[in-house]
């Protein structure tokens, strides 16, 4: 099979080292990849925003499937202009991937489906935002309706910060991510994230992880796109990955195919495990970065034919073998990540590759022969363990072999399952 993957990132560059071990793959492609990805696949300067620079690549080379990692060329429907070309994709379409897409509609698709959420409205102006949460109170939690990159978010524990963040988003702080806003209650609890294949009709339940979104240790500072991960999430017992699968996934499946739009692709829920049980924070249609590194490490099973299946409508052909070993990953980022940083700082040499042990590229290049830093997050130091203490252990090996002077991350990724005792 002849693939192409679309991404730069860390999640990427962990799909692509599990997919080159697939017996099925005979070549794969990357567009645009990054130094990592380029261990693995033949990098393609292609633009992605282009869906039909992207369908004619893909006819001229004979790909027989492509793999969306990212969100923004789902929400703007790459996978349905390749699709229509007839090509295997694995990803959902436009209308589907507005799980991620639009805060709102997922929210409407959980109140006429009835799946566990914070109660809420939508608004699309001030005045009667500001009136809602005078009436609910604090805490209370604002939302952009679209995809602002994680920082469309607001948990404000007073009133007066909520509707600055009202002032805020409708000011245009978002852009056209905030011309529409969800209000939302505050939920109380320790959040895990589940990953669920589904091709419209079928689900394949994956596995757990946590995320660590603060930049800071102990979970302060500003939030990010995610300082590190681990797999499975021990909060989330198999109860509570029976009831995630009934209680969210299931309902959720049925009822996009219901309103004609199936999803094909991976659900990643966002989840609080709450007094009452998981309620969803929110969706995203794609693999997590950092949290796919730890899914791959983990996954004993060929990945391609699972995805293959997923884009195929043949997920009940295909089961998932898991180690039972958990894996961790410690994200190293440009020193000033989130905020402003310095760009081409030089990397020098990376620990290598090992079984259970791998650093994983996310924002890097290579510029006159030199490894160098072109992003925020930029290395996943990941590795597996036989508890998450070893699993912490070496990973942070890894993150003390790697020489890079801008470079910082979080010393304690882990900290919840360790305090756990488990
Ligand atoms: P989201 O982008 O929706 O994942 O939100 C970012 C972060 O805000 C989540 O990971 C949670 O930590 C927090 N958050 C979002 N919604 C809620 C909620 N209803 N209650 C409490 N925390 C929330
Ligand atoms: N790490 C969170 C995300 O991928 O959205």
Known sequence: ???????????????????????????????????????????????????????????????????????????????????????????????????????GFTKDVCARF????????????????????????????????????????????????????IDDCFEGAFGAAGAEVVVEAYLDGEEASFFCLSDGKTLLPLATAQDHKRVGDGDTGPNTGGMGA???????????????????????????AEMGMPFSGVFFAGLMITAKGPELIEYNVRFGDPECQVLMMRLKSDLLPLLHAAATGRLHEVTAEWHDDPALTVVLASKGYPGNYAK??????????????????????????????????????????????????????????????NGFCRRDIGWRALARGE
């Open 230 to 256: 681990y797999s499975p999430a021990p909060v989330m017992t198999a109860e509570l990955v029976e009831r995630t699968m009934k209680e969210i996934i299931e309902p959720t499946m049925r009822g996009m």
């Open 1 to 103: 099979m002849k693939v192409l993957l679309i991404g730069s990132g860390g999640r990427e560059h962990a799909l692509a080292w599990k997919i080159a071990q697939s017996p099925l793959l005979s070549k794969l492609y990357a567009a645009p990849g990054n130094p990592g990805i380029a261990d693995h696949a033949e990098l393609v300067a292609l633009d992605i925003d282009s869906h039909d620079a992207v369908v004619s690549f893909c006819k001229e080379n004979d790909i027989d499937f492509v793999v969306v990692g990212p969100e923004a060329p789902l929400v703007a429907g790459l996978a349905d202009s390749l699709r229509a070309a007839g090509i295997d994709t694995f990803g959902p379409s436009a209308a589907a991937a507005q799980l991620e897409g639009s805060k």
């Open 114 to 165: 009835n799946i566990p959420t914070g109660a809420y409205q939508r608004f699309n102006n001030a005045p009667k935002a500001k009136a809602y949460i005078r009436a609910q109170g604090a805490p209370i939690v604002i939302k952009a309706d679209g995809l602002a990159a994680g920082k469309g978010v607001t948990v404000a524990m007073t009133v007066e910060e909520a509707l600055a963040a």
């Open 344 to 405: 081409n700082t030089a990397i020098g040499t990376l620990p290598p590759e090992t079984t259970g042990a791998k650093v994983f590229h996310a924002g890097t290049a290579v510029k006159d022969g030199q490894l160098v830093a072109t992003g925020g997050r930029v290395l996943n130091a990941t590795a597996m363990g036989e508890d998450i203490a070893a699993a912490q252990t070496a990973a942070y090996k890894l993150v003390d072999g790697i020489s890079w002077d």
